[in-house]
């Protein structure tokens, strides 16, 4: 048996940019917590604002229930280990989101994983006063490739994923579906 609650969320444009839709979201996720026959939170065809809302308030719910889940479930909520169906369904029932969701939230964790790696190693190069490379930045240009390669491995695999989920994607001009991916 399914419950479906559906909520309409429409934001006029003098009140964007003010964090209601965050508030209202927060306001949903909290009360699909408290319902237990709730399973999970979908979202038919949103927007791609909606989308990057939905996904920053799926990575702040998991940072605010991750604790609980290890304590309940007496194993650590490591999505960034998450890659079986399985896996993620078990995750996303917990969570109350799609698996599809728990992926990407999985990549944003893994951005941050690799963000945290290099904090502070990666970003411009020091130069002399006559415009020259110091040598001793030679730690920092191993440290910045590494960091680069990693990004660029990471921003492939985030690609493969979204031209998988749309396809439409792939016959746009190249600057087009640039546009697009950012």
Known sequence: KFLYLKFHHIELPILQKQRLGNEIMQIIYKLVESRSKVSEITVEDPAPMFKKL????????????????????????????????????????????????????????????????????????????????????????STNEAYLAEMRKFRLTVKRRVLSEDPELLEMPKTEMQKELE
Request: aromatic fraction near 10%.
């Open 54 to 141: 939905r996904d920053s308030m799926d990575y702040q719910w998991y940072n605010e229930h991750k604790a609980a889940y290890e304590q309940e479930m007496n194993k650590p909520l490591d999505v960034l280990d998450c890659s079986s169906k399985e896996e993620q369904e078990e995750v996303g029932k917990y969570l109350k989101i799609t698996p599809a969701q728990v992926n990407i939230l999985r990549e944003a964790l893994v951005y941050d994983a690799i963000e945290k790696k290099y904090e502070g190693q990666h970003g411009e190069a020091q130069m002399t006063e006559g415009g020259e490379e110091k040598e001793e930045n030679a730690e920092f240009t």
